[in-house]
């Protein structure tokens, strides 16, 4: 069993749409969940970092924890063609980062 | 504040040819990691540098990978003979402190051996 799973889409989308993108994960000790974006041919940039269950909203992002169930989500409100990018979770273990395969996200205009 | 440099931003050698990979993380960031990311794949980790010592290269392939960091700055990666399945984006980071701290990544290093 993989440490982090994540759907590899691709998600098409119209713009203005409500995009959930989810991970689910095996590990109870992960603490931190991190979601990154990757735009094509471009390092993975970070757009959200939480620690411990609950939300976190920044801007147009939410990042939403569920520890009990192994589950973690990022919302985007209001999705724009600029959001077209893959999206990686990814969640600290003891001295690394383990990230899930990406959801390759196209927010069509 | 300047991000995290890496060269050559891609690079085409046959099986069996080594190459080398150099980062330049963010100025006063302790912690350096390189990444192997394939197509359509997360980014798996290498090897992690707390200065110049290692703290992780449990996924490094000795046998034909490499890396160094002298001084706690750049850091070399070295692939000497690559494997067609070496193909793949070469991610450097950086991070003030430890893993718990956010990390920043640089641009890659696109590699394909023929």
């Known amino acids: 069993q993989k440490e982090v799973e994540q759907d590899p889409g691709p998600l098409s989308v119209p713009e203005g749409a409500i995009v959930s993108l989810n991970c689910t994960y095996s590990?109870?000790?992960?603490?931190?969940f991190m979601w990154y974006r990757q735009y094509s041919r471009k390092g993975p940039e970070l757009l959200m970092y939480t620690y411990s269950s609950g939300n976190k909203e920044d801007g147009r992002f939410t990042a939403q924890v569920d520890k009990s169930s192994k589950y973690i989500s990022l919302f985007i409100r209001d999705s724009q063609p600029s959001d077209s990018a893959t999206y990686l979770c990814a969640m600290n273990g003891a001295n690394n980062l383990f990230f899930g395969t990406g959801t390759r996200l196209t927010v069509i205009p | 504040e300047a991000g995290v440099a890496q060269s050559p931003r891609y690079k085409i050698i046959e099986k069996r040819q080594s190459v080398a990979f150099w980062c330049n993380p963010i100025s006063g960031h302790a912690t350096l990691y390189w990444y192997q990311q394939i197509l359509g794949q997360g980014p798996k980790l290498l090897i992690q540098?707390?200065?110049?010592?290692?703290?992780?290269d449990s996924q490094l392939p000795k046998d034909r990978f490499s890396a160094e960091r002298l001084k706690g700055v750049d850091s070399t990666l070295k692939i000497q003979p690559a494997k067609l399945e070496d193909s793949a984006v070469y991610l450097c980071?950086?991070?003030?402190?430890?893993?718990?701290?956010?990390?920043?990544f640089g641009p890659g290093t696109r590699l394909t051996v023929l």
């Open positions: 980071a950086s991070s003030l402190a430890g893993p718990y701290e956010s990390q920043y």
């Open positions: 540098f707390q200065n110049n010592g290692v703290v992780d």
């Open positions: 590990n109870s000790a992960f603490q931190y």
